[in-house]
């Protein structure tokens, strides 16, 4: 297991999403209502997950949502344990801030650090300015780039999708600003909904895949739908290689 494949486990498996050219909406009570994002819509919370590769202990995660006046912090903290911390003592720390504008999410900042051992670090730091569609870059590489439409970060866009659920969506193409200043793009779609058991508790849960994108991978979520949304298990499948799981361990939420 190599330091790409931790990151994937500890960036929940989701390989970067945002959606692309629509706005956002949160629910209100019925299938068709709703009304663009605001502050008060969006849940403080801060989520303890574990990640196992083939059923095997390998990273613990948090992730935690605050926001103050509109002004948002996402932040996601991981590290290897067992064996794979044995191997790699990998850790990856990264956040995104964004606010809540004209019931949009507007991106201001994104940064990943990544420390290995054998000097397998990373560190990325991008900005955006989403009047202008210009982003720039001043870690590792430094670049600046003009990017049409929506842009968004590869963590952002993870709350987006989680959003986009919540929202009742149920086919959703998305794209991401990369480190490298590449822009990535995938779909997924919402095939159904079942009853999930996690050490968090069993939960009723909306089940969305990826589709199309190698069909050596698989990527699968099931987010709960008595819990805001917030992903219960996220599944990342190798096919015919290995599994990486991150199911919720405790979920805490502000009033």
């Given at each position: 297991?190599?330091?790409?494949?931790?990151?994937?486990?500890?960036?929940?498996?989701?390989?970067?999403?945002?959606?692309?050219?629509?706005?956002?909406?949160?629910?209100?009570?019925?299938?068709?209502?709703?009304?663009?994002?605001?502050?008060?819509?969006?849940?403080?919370?801060?989520?303890?997950?574990?990640?196992?590769?083939?059923?095997?202990?390998?990273?613990?995660?948090?992730?935690?949502?605050?926001?103050?006046?509109?002004?948002?912090?996402?932040?996601?903290?991981?590290?290897?344990?067992?064996?794979?911390?044995?191997?790699?003592?990998?850790?990856?720390?990264?956040?995104?801030?964004?606010?809540?504008?004209?019931?949009?999410?507007?991106?201001?900042?994104?940064?990943?650090r990544q420390r290995a051992r054998g000097g397998n670090n990373e560190?990325?730091?991008?900005?955006?300015?989403?009047?202008?569609?210009?982003?720039?870059?001043?870690?590792?590489?430094?670049?600046?780039?003009?990017?049409?439409?929506?842009?968004?970060?590869?963590?952002?866009?993870?709350?987006?999708?989680?959003?986009?659920?919540?929202?009742?969506?149920?086919?959703?193409?998305?794209?991401?600003?990369?480190?490298?200043?590449?822009?990535?793009?995938?779909?997924?779609?919402?095939?159904?909904?079942?009853?999930?058991?996690?050490?968090?508790?069993?939960?009723?849960?909306?089940?969305?895949?990826?589709?199309?994108?190698?069909?050596?991978?698989?990527?699968?979520?099931?987010?709960?739908?008595?819990?805001?949304?917030?992903?219960?298990?996220?599944?990342?499948?190798?096919?015919?290689?290995?599994?990486?799981?991150?199911?919720?361990?405790?979920?805490?939420?502000?009033?």
């Amino acid at each position: 297991m190599d330091m790409r494949n931790v990151r994937a486990l500890l960036g929940a498996a989701v390989l970067g999403l945002t959606v692309s050219g629509s706005q956002v909406w949160a629910e209100t009570g019925g299938a068709e209502s709703g009304f663009p994002l605001a502050a008060g819509d969006l849940p403080s919370f801060t989520a303890q997950y574990e990640l196992r590769r083939n059923d095997m202990r390998a990273a613990n995660l948090e992730r935690s949502l605050q926001c103050d006046e509109g002004s948002c912090r996402f932040v996601s903290e991981g590290r290897t344990v067992g064996f794979a911390d044995l191997l790699l003592r990998g850790s990856i720390e990264e956040w995104t801030r964004f606010r809540l504008a004209d019931g949009e999410i507007r991106p201001q900042e994104y940064y990943y650090r990544q420390r290995a051992r054998g000097g397998n670090n990373e560190y990325t730091r991008l900005f955006f300015n989403p009047d202008t569609g210009r982003v720039s870059s001043r870690g590792d590489e430094r670049w600046e780039a003009h990017v049409e439409g929506e842009t968004m970060d590869e963590l952002l866009s993870q709350l987006r999708l989680m959003l986009a659920v919540r929202a009742g969506e149920t086919d959703m193409e998305f794209s991401v600003v990369e480190g490298d200043g590449d822009v990535d793009s995938y779909r997924f779609q919402v095939v159904g909904e079942e009853m999930v058991d996690t050490p968090a508790g069993t939960y009723e849960a909306v089940k969305v895949e990826r589709v199309g994108g190698s069909s050596r991978r698989k990527t699968t979520m099931w987010f709960a739908t008595e819990l805001e949304y917030i992903p219960l298990v996220v599944e990342h499948e190798r096919v015919g290689r290995e599994t990486y799981r991150a199911s919720l361990m405790e979920l805490k939420r502000e009033p």
